[in-house]
């Protein structure tokens, strides 16, 4: 992105929005505000685009903190560890959840993945056919996983036995990106 006629197109072609409640096409000085602080920060932070919202990820939480009083109107939510031992688990590689019970791990799909729109079926259909409390699905999951198209959205979802993973695999070589550990943790 480096200069003014590729951030129009992005704008054109992804229709990126700045808030929930309040959807609106974002100016061009802002596109440019935070792909410069995506270069800026490219070692220390993370950047993930799920219309229409924008998610940054750091461990540092000052850094978070000036980046969100650069553009206060447009913040919906920080988050951030509690303690130390929540700041423990995340950097041991765990993921942290306040409202998922009784599921030990998170399986993310890989975006990108180029699949049969029929297959995507399948692969929901197995993940539907196990018991509830071996696989929890998300929304979104189920619904890229119905999109009627051959580019895949993404995904997660959770479950106590990553063994499944498997099957999944062996119908889509190259389909899950990763698989964490879930810490569940009291809600503040």
């Known amino acids: 992105?480096?200069?003014?006629?590729?951030?129009?197109?992005?704008?054109?072609?992804?229709?990126?929005?700045?808030?929930?409640?309040?959807?609106?096409?974002?100016?061009?000085?802002?596109?440019?505000?935070?792909?410069?602080?995506?270069?800026?920060?490219?070692?220390?932070?993370?950047?993930?685009?799920?219309?229409?919202?924008?998610?940054?990820?750091?461990?540092?939480?000052?850094?978070?903190?000036?980046?969100?009083?650069?553009?206060?109107?447009?913040?919906?939510?920080?988050?951030?560890?509690?303690?130390?031992?929540?700041?423990?688990?995340?950097s041991q590689g765990n993921v942290i959840v306040r409202r998922i019970e009784g599921y030990t791990k998170k399986v993310v799909i890989r975006e990108g993945a180029i699949m049969d729109p029929a297959l995507s079926l399948k692969i929901l259909d197995y993940l539907r056919s196990l018991e509830p409390h071996t696989v929890k699905l998300t929304q979104s999951l189920v619904k890229n996983l119905t999109r009627d198209r051959y580019w895949f959205s993404g995904g997660y979802f959770y479950t106590n036995d990553p063994g499944i993973t498997t099957f999944i695999e062996l119908m889509s070589p190259g389909l899950i990106q990763n698989i964490f550990d879930v810490k569940t943790v009291a809600a503040k």
């Open 1 to 90: 992105m480096n200069n003014d006629s590729d951030i129009d197109n992005l704008g054109r072609r992804h229709d990126i929005t700045s808030s929930r409640s309040q959807p609106r096409v974002i100016v061009k000085s802002q596109l440019k505000h935070y792909f410069k602080i995506r270069q800026d920060n490219r070692d220390t932070m993370e950047f993930r685009c799920e219309a229409p919202t924008l998610s940054i990820y750091g461990n540092n939480l000052d850094d978070l903190l000036a980046i969100a009083k650069q553009d206060k109107k447009n913040i919906l939510e920080i988050h951030g560890p509690n303690n130390d031992e929540e700041h423990q688990l995340i």
